[in-house]
């Protein structure tokens, strides 16, 4: 349809991106192994409470990111039961650019989260070396990657449930 | 068959989100919104009783006309919602913080389960 450029257009004024920065006093390599590199990668990867384990890592155009999301405090594997979650889930990602020490994106596969359709949902983080610091960007889309399963274990999806019976549940 | 949206899944389609942006600017009728989204009519209909549903939207009739405006409340629990999201990615971001910091004193990227 050629209502696709507007489409285009409004998706990217109302789909909600969160951007979060920070500078660190680092070598712009020293942050880039953190993002690609199964070690780096499984250093910080993940929400509290989980911990990542890296089955394939190919920092490369269209390059493999496959790894085992893991439920990993007692709380969490508790929480996760609780919810009749699985305390483990694969994710299959991909590296969608990458331009070393520069910027790279991450576009995972969603597809265990219960009763939501797989879709796609890119992670993007660009990296501004100056002086000894690098600032780093990362550009996230909340609907939804791993962080949310995070947020249902601690109720905020049931908060946005609760959204939904006001708003959504009123019969007309 | 009309199950309940969850407030995201209703902004997910963007045909939606095209209407939700042509009600940015204030209450509009079924037409108007055609004409700026460059929608068909049915379509939009459709979509709006979606957005209707959803708490999104809300209609008053004028005469023969129906107007369609932006209600506050989802976007404002979406905003609050968002907030959350961020506060968890900041924790992450503090977690890469230390992984840095220990990488940089041993010269390789520490291991997250050994150091905790």
Same mark, same amino acid.
């Given at each position: 349809?050629?209502?696709?450029?507007?489409?285009?257009?409004?998706?990217?004024?109302?789909?909600?991106?969160?951007?979060?920065?920070?500078?660190?006093?680092?070598?712009?390599?020293?942050?880039?192994?953190?993002?690609?590199?199964?070690?780096?990668?499984?250093?910080?990867?993940?929400?509290?409470?989980?911990?990542?384990?890296?089955?394939?890592?190919?920092?490369?155009?269209?390059?493999?990111?496959?790894?085992?999301?893991?439920?990993?405090?007692?709380?969490?594997?508790?929480?996760?039961?609780?919810?009749?979650?699985?305390?483990?889930?694969?994710?299959?990602?991909?590296?969608?650019?990458?331009?070393?020490?520069?910027?790279?994106?991450?576009?995972?596969?969603?597809?265990?989260?219960?009763?939501?359709?797989?879709?796609?949902?890119?992670?993007?983080?660009?990296?501004?070396?100056?002086?000894?610091?690098?600032?780093?960007?990362?550009?996230?889309?909340?609907?939804?990657?791993?962080?949310?399963?995070?947020?249902?274990?601690?109720?905020?999806?049931?908060?946005?449930?609760?959204?939904?019976?006001?708003?959504?549940?009123?019969?007309? | 068959?009309?199950?309940?949206?969850?407030?995201? @899944?209703?902004?997910?389609?963007?045909? &939606?989100?095209?209407?939700?942006?042509? %009600?940015?600017?204030?209450?509009? *009728?079924?037409?108007?919104?055609?004409?700026?989204?460059?929608?068909?009519?049915?379509?939009?209909?459709?979509?709006?009783?979606?957005?209707?549903?959803?708490?999104?939207?809300?209609?008053?009739?004028?005469? @023969?006309?129906?107007?369609?405006?932006? &209600?506050?409340?989802?976007?404002?629990? %979406?905003?609050?919602?968002?907030? *959350?999201?961020?506060?968890?990615?900041?924790?992450?971001?503090?977690?890469?913080?230390?992984?840095?910091?220990?990488?940089?004193?041993?010269?390789?990227?520490?291991?997250?389960?050994?150091?905790?």
């Amino acid at each position: 349809m050629n209502d696709k450029n507007k489409s285009a257009a409004a998706d990217h004024t109302t789909r909600p991106k969160v951007v979060i920065e920070r500078t660190y006093r680092a070598k712009v390599g020293e942050l880039w192994e953190l993002w690609t590199t199964k070690q780096g990668f499984e250093s910080w990867w993940g929400p509290d409470g989980f911990r990542v384990e890296v089955h394939a890592l190919e920092a490369r155009l269209g390059g493999t990111l496959h790894y085992d999301m893991i439920a990993d405090s007692p709380e969490m594997i508790a929480a996760m039961k609780q919810m009749g979650q699985a305390t483990s889930h694969e994710v299959h990602a991909r590296f969608s650019e990458i331009r070393p020490h520069d910027r790279l994106a991450i576009t995972s596969v969603i597809d265990f989260l219960q009763g939501v359709k797989a879709y796609e949902s890119t992670i993007v983080a660009e990296f501004f070396p100056s002086g000894d610091t690098v600032r780093m960007v990362v550009t996230l889309e909340p609907m939804h990657d791993d962080e949310f399963t995070k947020m249902q274990t601690e109720g905020f999806r049931s908060q946005l449930s609760k959204l939904d019976k006001r708003y959504g549940g009123e019969k007309r | 068959m009309a199950t309940q949206l969850d407030t995201f @899944q209703a902004l997910a389609d963007p045909t &939606r989100r095209s209407i939700v942006e042509a %009600l940015r600017n204030g209450e509009r *009728q079924v037409n108007d919104i055609v004409e700026q989204a460059g929608i068909h009519q049915s379509g939009v209909s459709r979509h709006l009783r979606i957005l209707h549903k959803a708490g999104f939207v809300s209609m008053r009739p004028d005469g @023969q006309r129906r107007l369609y405006c932006l &209600r506050p409340e989802p976007f404002r629990e %979406l905003n609050k919602w968002l907030a *959350q999201y961020r506060n968890l990615w900041e924790a992450r971001l503090d977690r890469l913080g230390a992984a840095l910091k220990k990488q940089q004193s041993s010269g390789k990227p520490p291991n997250k389960e050994q150091d905790t």
